[in-house]
């Protein structure tokens, strides 16, 4: 029993020094990813805007939708 016991103990161990670690590693990441992904965000957006409202154009002289 107390063999089984060591063994939860070093599994629990092992959890959380991987959560440990993968924290360590993502921390930076978020620093230095939110924010590229702040300041690209409007132009992804103002580019999928012109797209779509370029297909409704095309679409509309296409299909004469008045």
């Known amino acids: ?7 939860s103990i070093h599994h629990i161990l ?3 020094i991987a959560v440990a ?13 939110f924010p590229a992904v702040i300041i690209t965000a409007p132009f992804v957006f103002a580019i999928l805007a012109a ?3 370029n297909f409704l154009f095309s679409l509309r ?5 008045e």
Do not use: D, Q, W, Y
């Open 21 to 33: 670690f993968t924290m360590a590693f993502l921390f930076p990441a978020c620093i230095f990813f």
């Open 51 to 53: 797209i779509h409202s």
């Open 14 to 16: 092992n959890l959380l």
């Open 1 to 7: 029993m107390k063999r089984e016991n060591k063994k």
């Open 61 to 65: 002289t296409v299909c004469r939708i």
